[in-house]
């Protein structure tokens, strides 16, 4: 019959221990960190420096504006098929006016009309509704995650071939 024995040795380390898991868990540490205090269990976050504002909210706004756009063209298209010339004055609005600021182009459109204000107040009651009902944000995320993924490992590719003349398994320099 076989024994075996297990020998446990502590860790001796030069750093102290906080350091050595900051090192670990953090390879290339950034210059400030943010702790969410959200959950039970604090977590740190990557400090993104800026103008103030958050990346998240940043995003948020340009998808404020997008759902804007995407309400215009809604509207429209409703409006071309059983409306058209309220989908001309539409139409005749989008050439003076930009969509790049939708709640600018909301209360510009709101001002012009009695008429005007019916299609803004449908702008904004489909912007809603597409913003809550029918966007799919999980989607959005992993649309996301996914083109990350892929234009880093093009990018990483792309770069090795460059520098080491070598593609596809064969030597490509002399």
């Known amino acids: 019959m076989k024994y075996s024995t297990a020998i446990v040795f502590s860790q001796h380390s030069l750093f102290p221990s906080t350091l050595q898991t900051e090192i670990r868990a953090y390879p290339f540490k950034p ?17 993104v420096p800026g103008f103030g504002t958050s990346p998240e909210s940043t995003a948020a706004q ?23 010339e309220a989908y001309e004055e539409l139409r005749e609005f989008l050439d003076k006016y930009s969509l790049n600021d939708g709640d600018k182009f909301c209360a510009d459109l709101m ?13 904004l009651e489909v912007r809603s509704a597409y913003c809550k009902e029918d966007f799919e944000w999980d989607n959005l995320k992993r649309l996301a995650s996914k083109m990350v993924d892929d234009s880093n490992k093009k990018l990483m590719r792309d770069y090795i071939v460059d520098t080491s003349c070598i593609a596809d398994g064969k030597q490509i320099c002399n």
Do not use: D
């Open 31 to 47: 210059w400030k960190q943010r702790s969410c205090q959200s959950t039970r269990f604090q977590c740190h976050k990557m400090y």
């Open 62 to 84: 340009h998808l404020h504006h997008f759902f804007n756009f995407i309400a215009v063209k809604v509207v429209a298209a409703q409006l071309q098929s059983y409306n058209p």
């Open 111 to 123: 001002r012009e009309s009695p008429r005007h204000k019916n299609l803004a107040l449908r702008i």
